[in-house]
């Protein structure tokens, strides 16, 4: 196959950090180490309580800009920022809980260079606290029932068995190459989600737009998972039970939409309910509760 591009393009790196700069730091540590150089990073610092300048300055990272929003804008609202300033060819879209490998941006950019048809990359993900299991190894298809996905090889062990790339049917939003042309003609993450299910409401329309989505299985970065919002927070689980309603809400039709929510007022709502007041997670059980509502009362295309 005839390689679509030859010279070598600018990758816009982009992280957002929020409350995290010690852990900004540590990725950025890692970035040193890679081997592809024709990039930019852009931190982009969603209004953490101490200003990060003097700690990430005083790293002297290469290529990096840290940028303030002043406000906290969510993962979807915060990479969209960042992207509007990105200069490159690819954005890489990359959690600042992670530490990659050198090669990572040569073999994400390999499969853009040689099939054009490709919109998004990504790699082989792998737990830090366990760095020989896997946490994704691309996507298995959304349940339209359940509103719910697995992703493939999350926590087996990595034995070589999903070391062949191929196309999936989502990308991951802690690590997932973009090219410049697919923001370009599809455009960014929804807004309007904030945080959770984004990567998968923007993968559909990637999908819809006819390019596809590519699990990388040469690349590798390892994750150190929720720090930033935390494994059992009532912030997750308020957008969490919000959005996956949203997502469904916008990317199915009538029947679908239907037999997804009959199944998830019969079936997933009751458990969820039951399992809070049984483990007496009073706190949970309300964020839950919020965020089924806010359906009830909000447009699928509502920012509010």
Known sequence: MTAVQTTEPLISIITLNWNQTAVTCDFLE??????????????CDMASDIDPTEQISAGNYPNTKLLLAGKNLGFAGGNNWGMKQAKGDYIFIVNNDTEVTPDLLNVLLEPFLIDKSIGVTCPKIRYFSHPNVIQYAGFNPMNLYTGR???????????GQYDTSRYTYGA????????KDVIDKVGMFPDNFFVYY????????????????????????????????????????????????????????????????????????????????????FVFLKAYLKGVSWNLTRSKYSTA
């Open 149 to 159: 996905t697995t992703a493939i090889g999350d926590k087996e062990e990595d034995k």
């Open 198 to 281: 984004e990567e998968w409401d923007w993968s559909s329309r990637i999908l819809k737009a006819g390019y596809t989505i590519y699990y990388q299985a040469k690349g590798l970065i390892y994750h150190k998972e929720s720090l930033s919002v935390g494994k059992n927070s009532p912030l997750k689980v308020y957008y969490l039970s919000r959005n996956r309603i949203l997502y469904m809400r916008r990317n199915t039709n009538f029947l679908q939409f239907m037999a997804f929510l009959f199944c998830f007022t019969f079936l997933a709502m009751p458990k969820a309910i039951i399992s809070y007041i049984v483990r007496r997670q």
């Open 172 to 179: 991951h939003g802690c690590a997932m190459m973009v090219s």
């Open 30 to 43: 890692s970035t040193r180490n890679l081997l592809y150089k024709n990039y930019e990073i852009l931190v």
